[in-house]
């Protein structure tokens, strides 16, 4: 009998090693196919009007130039006269057409007139948001702050924030939507593949199309990004469909750039005064903040702080302002990079007011850290290690002539990554050929690829000896791809599902082996008596056993799932990064970044690494680069575009180094996700190594030249 | 986009002939790398195109007794490929390199380069070159002006000139010669930039009806010791945030001449007279690279949020000038 558990390390032949991706030649030869690479014969473009102004009510809508437009077949309102629209880029008409030109020319047909009403756009504190423009939470406290900062002998004080940020996914929001009679066929861009009927069926119900969701077939292959922006088919989704039904043909609308930084992601902004305070030898005792960001209309959450380091005593107020901007949609850990950056930088403040090193005051507090404290001691520990920190390391300030100085920072970070429900269905044929076939999504990540390896580990075949099926509701559903559960969710229900396949397998060849199947094991492409490898047949043989019915096994994933055991959550890690900034210009580059970070057991450490990679890339982005840049004047974002949202290039990454704990205190918590933890600390390890390096804090992402040469005392923002 | 009528004229004569008395006429399509985008976001909506990369005479770069002779419709890359030339002229030679994608050089042209249209977010987001609201407020003073000019920013215009060519040719005394339908006429580079007094007004000198078809680099540019700085936010895809060109005569390290002209302050390329002054007659060296710094930014008037723009000023002459002797 084939066992559920993780093989043990010696015993490993595919899990944990380094291993490209299966779909790696397809995208890199240009072959994969992305919704906007769909183009069913009949295709017409779709494009979108939306709203010019922040706030505003709709005193008048007419289609009827548009709608006789030249090539244009089809329009569709989402909204109507007397709604309100509460943000520039919001949807209100979408227009099909037979040339992407000819749609676009006729949404400008489009008539819409708005009375405008006041609008809040700027990211501003609560005192100058006006009444009824933000919700202020209750204060929560722990302890006695009053008596935490009597007893604490240094308080440290400051001002820290970063910006609203946008998802900016490579491939925008959108999909192609085709009828076939009452069947409905889209090419989403999606992070949810399984989960879109609902959705649908509400959605088009709504425009007075009678569908059920047994008839929806979604597919998505491979998708160019989505960071939590991608779980809803959202309003232009239906749209498809509904301009799609009416003009009788398949309708493709994708986002436009523009429109989707204003609309298709928002990671809220977060500023807080914090004041922390600690005994002379480092022990943290208090810990007070004020807080507030936005995330657009609608609020988003309540991130509390401090982050990780559970201080004994605290009082925290956080208010949500309510702006008009695209509202907030779940960006890679949400209010995680936010509550680590004002933690960690606030901490490594008071470090340096106590003359400690950061890494010496982290490890003396590490026990409030909680249960994972023995992880992020040694992971900083190796992260140290890595980056050369007690050599490199020096006070605040570096000392060196001449205007480039050098520095070095650090933060942790934590995450839950639970493996998410989902079903997988393995497939063993007569002739040996085996399909793993799931309702999951590739957001990029590798999910295809650890999917086929632990289904070829658990059959003992090489990769290329299964099949991996995803992106499609014709399998068995899958959960969304949110809280990098994805990995944990599908090793799980694939482990589940080959093994019992397996096993089924094993039953029908013991005979002929002369043994019974708990004597059996598959390893090597062959099925074999344990512990005497001369009793083998091939893989091959052993399946032309089984007659002709295939075998089928569908496995069920996550912590509810019989493969609970195999998954878990929660995760630590510990970055170090190293900069240099030319304090005469402000220019800040990252030189160098160690991610030293654990996830129980890694499945495939290459495309595991690249997460992290991912990971590290995008922080230094939002470090550095990036800002949503909103004018209150107009109302108008002023960078919904790839010049002015700045992200960096290749020549502004500097070096990534990956280390995974893989020790068997790490691994025998199963497998747990990874894809969003390692991005919560760069932008807290990158503004603690300008500090290092320049002897003051930048208290803002992203750190521009000008917020560099402010904190410098040299210009800047006035 | 709007629809547009295509021109693809192979001489100047007609090439001119094809364009209008009024800007939305016509539009002369070099390269396209800003024209198409300007076009696509209905900034600028011409009637027709006037393709000129089919103009021979537009093209080739020329080592002659005058100096060099650039063709308007050469790339950039095109130009980078005559490093014998360049290598004299290490202040274009730098500018060309900030140009750091690989594309944008392969398609972009010089001409394109200097009459390209600024970046001005305001400008890019319809709200006009001088930005103005609806009720004919400027918005960049009370706006996001963190990009915007920190010289000549009192009105109309508040945008930065966003070629880096520009000052680097204004340093080396460059010139370009404009055909049109009253023949030719030569303007130094400088010239071919004003400021806007209003709406009507663009911010180069060339006529609607004219055409940009040489820029030359008089020889005696070439004794001088030149160089480029540019400060840019990222390696990557981007304008530089200052810059500083620099050309001197030198008499061993005696300043005898000095050119200073900084990029992205100003709706123009900004000559540093004030730094130019300073220079002449003194020995260069570290010391009087940062008193020339300091010069440069005399005259600043630094909007709410770009005041580091006048650090990077001097920062940007400074080490120009160290780069030149260097
Ligand atoms: C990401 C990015 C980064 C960039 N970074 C920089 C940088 O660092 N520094 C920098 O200087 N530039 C930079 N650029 C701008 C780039 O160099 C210009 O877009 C390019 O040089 C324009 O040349 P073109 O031939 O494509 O011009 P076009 O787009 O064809 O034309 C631009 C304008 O000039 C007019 N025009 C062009 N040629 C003539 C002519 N011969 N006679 C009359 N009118 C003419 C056109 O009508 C149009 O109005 C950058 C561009 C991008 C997209």
Redesign the interface.
Known sequence: MADLQWPPAANRHLIGKSISRIDGPWKSSGTAKYSYDMNPPGLLYAKMVTSPYAHAKITAIDTSAAEHAPGVHAVHLFTAVGKEVTCEGQEVAAVAADTEEQAEDAARLVRVEYDELPYLVADTDPTHAGAGNFRQNSEETQGNPTQGFQQAEVVSEGEYGLPVITHCCMESHGSVAQWDGDKLNVWLSTQNVSGQGGEYAQGLSNAGINFSASNLHVDCQVMGGGFGSKFSADTWGVAAAVLAKKAGRPVKLMLDRNVELLVAGCRPSMHGKIRVGAKRDGTLVAWESQSWGTGGVRGFGVPPIPYIFDIPNYSRTHANVLTNIGAARAWRAPNHPQMCYLTMTALEDLAAKLGMDPLDFFLKNIALTGERADYYKQELQQAAEMIGWKQKWHPRGDKTPGSIKRGLGLSIHTWGGAGHQGFCRTTIHPDGSVEVATGSQDLGTGTRTVIGIVAAETLGLPLEGVQVEIGDTKYPPDGASGGSSTVGGVTSSTRVAATDALNQLLAKVAPSLGTTPDKLEAAQGQIRVIGDPSKAISWKQACAKMGATPIVAQGQGGSRGPGRALISAGVGGAQMAEVSVDVDTGVVRMEKMVAVQDCGLVIDSKTAESQVFGACIMGTCYALHEEKIMDQQTGTCLNPNMEFYKLGGIDDIGDIVVHFMTDPMYENRGVIGLGEPPVVSPGAAISNAVANAIGVRVPELPMTPDRVLAALGKGGQA | ??PFEYGNPSTVAQAVALLGPQWDEAAVLAGGTDLLSLMKD?IVSPKRLVNIKNIRALGGVREEKAGLRIGAAVTLEELYEHPGPLGRYPALRTAIEGV?SPQMRGMGTVGGDLLQRP?C??F??G?GLLAR?AKGQP?VP???N?YHAIFANSGPAYFVCPSSLAPALVTLGASVRLEGPKGARELPVAQLFQIPKDANEREHAIAPQEILAEILIPASAASTRNATYE????????WP?ATASVALRLEGREVRQAQIVLGEVAPTPWRAEAAERELAGKTLDEAAAARAGEAATQGAH?L?????????V??AVQRALLAAIA
């Open positions: 986009m709007r209905y750091s970046r977010w305001y890019r987001n709200f609201n918005l009370g706006g996001d963190r400060v840019r936010e990222r390696q990557f895809m981007d945030l630094p709410s949020r770009n005041g580091y723009k006048v650090q990077l001097r920062v």
